[in-house]
């Protein structure tokens, strides 16, 4: 069965819970409901019945509880233009049957808001002076008889992309009702369609307003934020600086994944060890807008900043230059092998393929649940690290023996992989989605596509040089070139070592 459901808990009252009644229909399979404790659904033409927790319900008496709300939706599931495109979602679109209460508070905390209007700067819809005006009124009402239950806002499930909840209707009631101190308002939930479950991953995430972040935030904190900067600039720690009106400085993080917050929280160390290093729901991620926020005391702030990471972004600068100019330097001007059998570049490339496979295996033996994937990517760097040993250094045996060594070595990786093929799709996924993966296609064709094209003899036979000078430059070239790709790919296993050793140092804080 196909049921819609909000992206968020509602704490509504759980006194408004005494008129719905329990559902009563056909049986709704376990897998296609949330796991929260109570579950409300709504549907067009019904009454809202509740699905789970009548129990919750009147343990938390006049209290409030946290409801997750499902709905049938009235588009279809493969219909996935009317769920999309907002004019064709609204003429299917449904209210609930009944209305509930829930504080402005928490709307504002959850950022369901599109955009923050105040009484002062009302929608510019209409003359501002009549708007204006109706404002002022809207404050008076409330002040003297308070919130009109007549008159509620309006919540659509799954607005966003068909995954994200949104206000649609209450914008300005809200702000009234927090500047008037209205501690409960009127609430209605509309739904239409949902996108499967299984686009959901894919769906772009909804903007979310700066100034509905920041009020959402203030509203956190209990108090105003004098500065509210965007941060501009990849490798900050934070997206915003929020300057509290008692002082201080706050960095603010966005996620779009729980777990990479969860993740995150725990590379923030506290300078003096203190652990309560969160000051938003104690440093635990809180849903704003769709968005995970954490938010932390910008000066205890340190995001990837540790010796490995740093390590890890030194070594393509210090490495690239050392290996391939300091290499070629010498072979030509010192040694004058102009890269041949024994020379100090051949020596480099097998060096830097060793070394990668070194650090891979080394990978595959303390990661279990990712070994067989670590484990083939090191047969394959210890494959090219045979071949150039065998072929450019020593020259054992012709290019035919070289390559029939490379091949049982990668058979054997091949063999080890398909034997545990859960832990090497999962160490393959995790190298592909390693931030400097696009260095390893690069090495690859480097090392076998590029160094064949620049040392082709059309390109420096037309050089006013000899025979012999022409073979030298040509093999300067191509070493040079094959180089270039052996240290790129060493930087690679090298940045992608130290990352996994940052986040398993993380983990076990």
Known sequence: MFLGWSSRTYPLDAADF??????????????????????????????DALLRGREAVRAAGDGVVDVRIVFEPSIAKWNLLFTLVR???????????????IAPEAVRQMGLE?????????????????????????????????????????????????????????????SACLECGVQKMAVCFSAAGALPRVFRRIAAKPPLGVDVLRNAIESRLGEPIAKFIPVDGTGKGVDFIAVPKSGGRIGVKLLGDIHKARRLVHSCVPDDGDETTGVLNGGEP????????????????????????LAAGLAPALLLPVLVVGALAIDVAVMRTACGERSLVAWSQFGAAGLSALLMAVLAVIERRSRAGYAFMAVLFAAMA???????????????????AVCVVVAAGVAAAVFAKRSAVRGIKRVVASRSFLALPFAFVSIWGVSKLVSMRAIWGALHLSADEVASVRRVVEEGTELLGYAVLLCWAMSFFFGRIAEWRRSWR
């Not at 979602?89 to 009944?98: D, E, G, L, P």
């Not at 995954?163 to 300005?172: A, K, M, N, P, T």
């Not at 849903?287 to 990837?304: K, P, T």
Request: charged share 30%; proline share 5%; aromatic share 6%.
């Open 114 to 174: 599109r955009a923050v209007r105040t009484l002062d700067d009302p929608h510019a819809r209409g003359k501002i002076e009549k708007r204006r005006a109706k404002m002022a009124k809207l404050k008076e009402s409330l002040s003297t008889t308070g919130y009109d239950d007549s008159f509620p806002i309006n919540v659509m499930l799954c607005r966003s992309c068909g995954v994200e909840d949104s206000l649609r209707q209450g914008h300005h009631r809200i």
């Open 18 to 47: 005494a008129a719905v009644e329990d559902y009563s229909g056909s049986e709704i399979p376990a897998r296609d409901l949330p796991d929260d404790e109570v579950v409300l659904l709504i549907r067009r033409g019904r009454p």
């Open 386 to 404: 045979a071949y150039e040993l065998l072929r450019e250094v020593l020259n054992v045996g012709g290019r035919a023996v070289s390559v029939v």
């Open 286 to 309: 809180v849903l704003i807008g769709g968005r995970f926020v954490l938010g932390f005391r910008y000066s205890r702030w340190r995001a990837l900043h540790t010796p490995l990471a």
């Open 87 to 101: 004019p064709l979602r609204n003429m299917r679109r449904f209210k609930c049957s009944q209305t509930y209460h």
